[in-house]
């Protein structure tokens, strides 16, 4: 019992630290302007940035795949894997899309904050039996999203277009919530083990919805010669970032995953405060306390098994029980 408790032991700190990696990468993509300078400015548009992004990341993930021979899901289950790309990258990046502009990046912080909060309450009816957090986690995301609001104080939608984009944030949380149950749930039951068929298949879906995006935008590429350079940013960050998300989907309940939208702010926070040498005021300090505590305990708190064999128990006597014949009137 002793070795197996180490083991798992041993495994949780592993994903944890995975998680911690992701975050990290996400807190470096958001400073990346002000770490490296752009190369050729706007030579790409966000979109065809992104087709370009996950058609590299379902081509390697492919490859690896087919190369240590790991089976690819087909029909219902591949369909499954295409609509995980389509609800945790396509829709989100084109709610944002449309809201760019009404609303303010710190505002988008805020809200996307909540996706955890979202998971926490969703996970138990939607992710199946993948580990879940305890009663406390609620309590703590809520706490999490309190201390980031006291750091941004999100501003008030004074038109109907702002308020709008707002619900549109929204609604982008509650879809990356939502499909990260079901995801969780699809990895625990791929082939083989490995997630990397299913990263296939949602990358090549949200890559074809993007290039098609693209081809209808009319901004193209002016100076051919810095779009490797363009090209370079989104990858340096991108690709380890998503190849990590998917790795962890088999290892983590939806609601430590969702923690990253905690984590990465923080870091972010304490790198631009580090970078910037400014010192915030009190309330920020326990907005920090605050967030740092929330995401801490979502991320490092055990994980709760769902009680499995009596929920198949109850079936079972369910099953048993004699049936009244029916007659008729």
């Avoid at 807190?27 to 706007?42: E, M, Q, R």
């Avoid at 899901?73 to 084109?94: D, H, M, Q």
């Amino acid at each position: 019992m002793k070795p197996r408790l180490t083991q798992r032991t041993r495994a949780g700190l592993t994903s944890a630290l995975g998680l911690l990696l992701l975050s990290a990468l996400w807190a470096v993509a958001s400073l990346l302007n002000d770490l490296i300078p752009h190369f050729g400015a706007d030579s790409l548009a966000p979109v065809q940035r992104q087709a370009a992004l996950f058609f590299v990341f379902a081509a390697v993930a492919a490859f690896i795949a087919v190369a240590h021979r790991v089976e690819f899901p087909r029909g219902r289950r591949a369909w499954a894997n295409a609509g995980i790309g389509f609800g945790l990258f396509v829709i989100p990046s084109t709610l944002v899309a449309c809201a760019r502009g009404w609303v303010s990046n710190l505002d988008q912080i805020v809200v996307f904050s909540l996706t955890p909060v979202i998971a926490v309450v969703l996970e138990p009816y939607l992710q199946g039996s993948a580990p879940r957090q305890g009663k406390g986690a609620l309590t703590c995301t809520l706490a999490a999203v309190a201390g980031i609001l006291l750091i941004f104080p999100i501003d008030i939608p004074s038109t109907l277009h702002a308020g709008a984009a707002l619900c549109a944030l929204v609604a982008a949380a509650f879809s990356i919530a939502v499909t990260n149950c079901f995801a969780v749930r699809l990895a625990r039951n791929q082939a083989g083990r490995s997630t990397l068929p299913m990263a296939a298949q949602a990358g090549t879906a949200s890559a074809l919805c993007f290039a098609t995006v693209a081809a209808f935008t009319p901004h193209a590429p002016r100076n051919w010669g810095a779009l490797p350079a363009q090209l370079f940013e989104p990858m340096l960050t991108g690709l380890p970032t998503l190849f990590l998300l998917f790795w962890l989907m088999r290892r983590l309940g939806t609601s430590r995953m969702a923690a990253r939208f905690l984590i990465a702010p923080l870091f972010a926070i304490v790198a631009g405060m580090a970078l910037e040498a400014i010192f915030p005021p009190m309330r920020a300090w326990f907005g920090i306390a605050l967030l740092a505590g929330g995401a801490g305990w979502l991320l490092f708190a055990p994980a709760e098994e769902p009680d499995v064999k009596r929920i198949a128990s109850l079936h079972v006597h369910t099953s048993d029980v004699p049936r009244q014949p029916q007659t008729g009137t």
